[in-house]
């Protein structure tokens, strides 16, 4: 599907302000600014998998993780601190994880799809958690960041940003996305017309899983510290309720509800302690009142 006109002159002018935040933002607004968008790349990995394949999947803060504890041990144990380097390493690592628990995961479906990837990323949860070596509970610092400077790290962000969404947005248009959507709407029908359904899923599987350790690599990059509870299931649920107040199956849905949540996040502690609870009734209400999401509402439709 194409996008419609006004989406993609609003993306184009939320993409062009974005450019131009750090010639006249402080240093805050620039963090807060890229935080917002290692969580729209997060997000959209994840639109790819439920919003296209059909597959809830609650593993995917574990592609993240992993990716930016690759490169607290690429930085602290090896001396490696240059993207050059560290950001293929980081990514094969969290692509063939994303390969190894897809491939695992990808033999059930369903409840069961849902309840395998979670053990998958409680398991790696627990792994870190309980580490002395990895830090443990109080995570690992990055000695070397690969972007130097107040504004390198950003502009990596940006640039990874629209080339994410670029790459799924011809993705999805071309007969690989097609199939994907046909296989979430009656996979035995695919199957019967001869597609390979777990292969494609696989592949969505692990383009998703790559593209979250993407984000997870900036975000250790941006911030140089890392901890277990990127991995956790409370990371993987929270993106899964930001595809959803976004509008699934959008790509720029999600973003939407990235950009909603981090807005919410930063400033709703300051309006009332209860602050979590406001997140959660902002996300109630869109579910109740605005079935397509946040997407549908730019789109100009409610349902």
């Not at 592609?63 to 690759?70: D, E, V």
């Not at 790509?251 to 981090?262: D, E, N, T």
Request: hydrophobic share 55%; charged share 10%; aromatic share 12%.
């Amino acid at each position: 599907m194409r996008l419609p006109r006004r989406v993609a002159f609003a993306l184009l002018a939320f993409a062009a302000a974005l450019l131009l935040l750090p010639l006249g933002g402080d240093r805050f607004w620039i963090q807060f600014a890229g935080k917002a968008m290692i969580s729209c790349i997060f997000a959209v990995s994840l639109d790819l998998l439920v919003g296209y394949g059909g597959m809830v999947s609650l593993a995917h803060a574990a592609f993240f993780g992993l990716a930016g504890y690759l490169l607290a041990g690429l930085s602290n144990g090896l001396g490696i601190s240059s993207f050059v380097l560290t950001l293929p390493l980081c990514l094969l690592g969290a692509t063939a994880a994303a390969l190894a628990i897809g491939w695992l995961s990808l033999r059930t479906s369903g409840a069961y799809f849902v309840m395998v990837t979670l053990a998958f990323t409680e398991m790696l949860f627990h792994v870190f958690n309980e580490a002395p070596g990895l830090g443990g509970s109080d995570g690992v610092f990055v000695s070397a960041r690969p972007f130097a400077g107040r504004t390198a790290p950003y502009y990596a962000i940006w640039i990874a940003l629209v080339a994410v969404f670029v790459l799924l947005q011809r993705a999805v248009q071309a007969p690989f996305g097609r199939v994907l959507v046909g296989i979430r709407l009656n996979e035995p029908r695919m199957r019967s017309l001869g597609y390979a359904t777990r292969r494609y899923k696989l592949l969505a599987f692990v383009l998703g899983g790559a593209i979250a350790g993407l984000s997870g690599y900036l975000d250790a990059a941006l911030y140089g510290f890392v901890n277990p509870a990127q991995l956790g299931w409370r990371q993987s649920g929270l993106v899964l309720v930001t595809v959803l107040l976004g509008g699934k199956g959008t790509l720029y849905g999600p973003m939407l509800g990235a950009l909603l949540l981090a807005v919410l996040g930063q400033f709703a502690e300051r309006i009332t302690e209860y602050w979590s609870a406001l997140i959660g009734s902002v996300a109630i209400a869109a579910v109740l009142f605005v079935p397509a999401g946040l997407a549908g509402l730019l789109r100009g439709s409610r349902g």
